[in-house]
């Protein structure tokens, strides 16, 4: 089974950037959050965890499969 060098490089550097785009997002909806209405305030929260969690679990579904060759 071959790894794909691409996607190795993009993986590796998007593990690093992922944790600053989290803390910059968190503060930006920190910022605006009490601007919003009840209903933009639920959809935001909720659009922050589902992403957050999906990313975090394709960049460990992708260093799993493609940087250790599995």
């Known amino acids: 089974v071959l ?3 691409p996607l190795q490089v993009m993986l590796y550097f998007n ?3 992922f944790p ?3 803390l910059t997002e968190g503060m930006m909806l920190q910022l ?3 601007l919003l ?3 933009y305030q639920f959809l935001l929260i909720t659009a922050f965890l ?3 969690l999906a990313e975090g ?3 460990y579904l992708g260093y799993l ?3 250790q060759e599995k």
């Open 65 to 67: 499969g493609n940087l």
């Open 50 to 52: 589902i992403l957050s």
């Open 57 to 59: 679990f394709r960049l």
């Open 15 to 17: 593990v690093y950037y």
């Open 3 to 5: 790894a794909s060098l």
């Open 37 to 39: 209405p009840w209903h």
């Open 32 to 34: 605006k959050y009490h």
């Open 20 to 22: 600053v785009w989290c």
